[in-house]
């Protein structure tokens, strides 16, 4: 009777665990890409990701983020307590909807500046006639 008692407790203690575990990896993931001035977008446990077959200590996510250039990537990201955290498969998938202005409105000026400089040189040439 006392062995049925303890799987139950076993499995939940299991479980409280694994979420405790998951939680701070989520902060030391968060914490990684803030220190090289990015930010999280999305992440997912992902137990059977690349590189999972005989590494028992790490627990893998996959992981979108924007850097401090504002390109987006999509990484497996390897973490534990005592292993930190390393990005694997990290790609490149796209810019940031801010930075995709930033650079639209950075050329409309430009080419504003050089339309202005070539009307101006039209009047002049026209007063010299």
């Not at 995709?100 to 009047?123: M, P, T, V």
């Amino acid at each position: 009777m006392e062995v049925l008692l303890i799987i139950p407790v076993i499995i939940i203690l299991a479980i409280v665990i694994r979420l405790f575990a998951g939680g701070m990896d989520h902060d030391r993931v968060d914490q990684y890409i803030s220190k090289r001035g990015g930010k999280v977008i999305e992440k997912s446990w992902n137990p059977f990701g690349k590189g999972w077959f005989g590494d028992k200590d790490n627990r893998i996510y996959q992981i979108k983020y924007e850097d401090a250039d504002g390109k987006i990537h999509q990484a497996t990201c390897k973490t534990s307590l005592l292993s930190g955290v390393y990005l694997t498969e990290d790609r490149i998938v796209g810019q940031s909807r801010e930075h995709e202005h930033d650079s639209i409105n950075n050329h409309l000026l430009e080419e504003n500046r050089r339309l202005r400089q070539e009307i101006e040189a039209l009047k002049n040439n026209r007063k010299e006639y």
